[in-house]
């Protein structure tokens, strides 16, 4: 079993900065990350594998750098230049061998989200 802690999220405004962490325990498996806003369906920002392949989503590209320090199995989100509409809940994922998808039924383990609100 596999048990995702994330942590980082907050308030900022437009323009600004946040670092998401995402602590986990067990394997270290395939892992990315996801956001959900209001009325919105999950939709995946950026992932990455065991072997440092990463993806990301088109609207985050250039903004957004996933990362994972493996000697503290912790995954993290930097997220620069902070928009409106990344407001949402973030939500850390894990999964086997399916790095580094961005489609949420890949993935088989997830945390409980962390809030990011950008104000205009």
């Known amino acids: 079993q596999v048990q995702l802690v994330e942590s980082g999220g907050g308030s900022v405004q437009a323009g600004g900065s946040l670092r998401l962490s995402c602590a986990a325990s067990?394997?270290?498996?395939?892992m990315g990350w996801f956001r959900q806003a209001p009325g919105k369906e999950r939709e995946g920002v950026a992932g990455s594998n065991l072997y440092g392949r990463t993806n990301y989503a088109d609207s985050v590209k250039g903004r957004f750098t996933i990362s994972k320090d493996s000697a503290k199995n912790t995954l993290y989100l930097q997220m620069n230049s902070l928009e409106p509409e990344d407001s949402a809940m973030y939500y850390c994922?894990?999964?086997?061998?399916?790095?580094?998808?961005?489609?949420?039924?890949?993935?088989?383990?997830w945390g409980q989200g962390t809030q990011v609100t950008v104000s205009s």
């Open positions: 994922a894990a999964c086997r061998d399916c790095g580094p998808s961005l489609d949420e039924y890949d993935y088989n383990y």
């Open positions: 067990g394997y270290a498996y395939d």
